[in-house]
């Protein structure tokens, strides 16, 4: 059964840190690429970082750059999110995808979140 679970979410002060998991079971971790997204209330749901299969390339969103970084063990089957210099405007709910391409076809798994409250 495939199965993303994310940790790591909570309330934090402006300016704090977090580091968010999310920890694989069920697939062939090494084969996929994973993704954090995230979706604030009424709000579209936004890619924040992605990292490749091997963890040699990553790309992260304008809003986040030179704050948050993506990671991954694949011994851990584990991605991580360190994100840093939090802002009010990233509370949000963060998930993580893991997604591939098959001969063809795509495969695409959804953890169910976890909140990200900055608040003072």
């Known amino acids: 059964q495939v199965q993303l679970v994310e940790s790591g979410g909570g309330l934090v002060q402006p300016g704090g840190s977090l580091r968010l998991s999310c920890a694989a079971s069920g697939f062939t971790f090494s084969s996929y690429a994973m993704n954090w997204y995230r979706q604030a209330p009424g709000k579209e749901r936004e890619l924040v970082a992605a990292?490749?299969?091997?963890?040699?390339?990553?790309k992260s969103a304008d809003s986040v750059k030179g704050r948050f970084t993506i990671s991954r063990d694949n011994a851990k089957n584990t991605v991580y999110l360190q994100m840093n210099s939090l802002k009010p405007e990233d509370t949000a709910v963060y998930s993580c995808k893991a997604v591939t391409v098959v001969a063809g076809t795509l495969y695409e798994y959804w953890g169910q979140g976890t909140q990200v409250t900055v608040s003072s």
């Open positions: 990292i490749s299969s091997a963890g040699s390339s990553t």
